[in-house]
């Protein structure tokens, strides 16, 4: 990033329960902090779910992982303006894939938390600056092999997290309070500053202690 280009605005693209009082507060917490925040989720309407098997089926249904992809790269193409992307589980995984096909003028930085989805996309790589998040483990895949095969891609920086996945959710089974409240007041760095490195450090800093 260039030092002129603090971004203004903030694209949080949801997991599978889409909008709701966690990623609503987030959004919430970066505008009180100077930042212009949007809203991306995989439903036309926010949704009520039970529990994550239940939005799971639903985002399936109604979306699902290429059809999230589509909404993603549509949602980047039309930036105009210096923007972070902030994403989410099945969301950060559909960032993943699209930031793969081609950079974009605006787009300055992708930080994805416990984006699972990768472990089927670890070929691609980024062209542009992405950080992502990893969970302490994974029901599905071993969270360091995954990793593993991230090693060395250009623009790339990953770290491994001592919390669960859904960790920033509260709906999620995952979810910490300490985590979230520490990642939050981490991300406020990308309001003051258009440093990659001290980003990657605060969030460094929230995740790993």
């Not at 995984?93 to 938390?113: D, E, K, M, P």
């Not at 999620?172 to 981490?186: H, N």
């Amino acid at each position: 990033m260039q030092a002129n280009q603090v971004p203004v605005r903030a694209l949080l693209v949801t997991d599978i329960f889409g909008p709701g009082a966690g990623i609503n507060g987030l959004a919430t917490f970066l505008e009180e902090a100077g930042m212009a925040c949007s809203i991306l989720g995989p439903y036309p309407q926010p949704i009520l779910f039970a529990d994550e098997q239940s939005a799971y089926q639903r985002f399936l249904q109604e979306c699902g992982h290429d059809g999230y992809l589509a909404l993603v790269t549509k949602a980047l193409d039309n930036f105009t303006e210096p923007t972070v992307v902030i994403a989410f589980s099945a969301g950060a995984s559909a960032v993943w894939r699209a930031v793969a096909s081609h950079s974009r003028q605006y787009l300055q930085h992708v930080i994805g938390f416990y984006p699972g989805q990768i472990r089927h996309h670890t070929d691609l790589s980024p062209k542009v600056p992405t950080s992502l998040i990893f969970p302490r483990q994974e029901a599905h895949f071993d969270v360091l092999a995954v990793m593993a095969k991230l090693t060395a891609k250009p623009q790339l920086h990953y770290m491994q997290t001592a919390y669960e996945h859904g960790f920033m959710n509260p709906l999620s089974k995952g979810y910490s309070e300490k985590a979230c409240r520490s990642v939050c007041q981490a991300l406020l760095t990308i309001a003051v500053t258009s440093d990659l490195t001290q980003t990657r450090q605060a969030l460094a800093c929230a995740v790993v202690s």
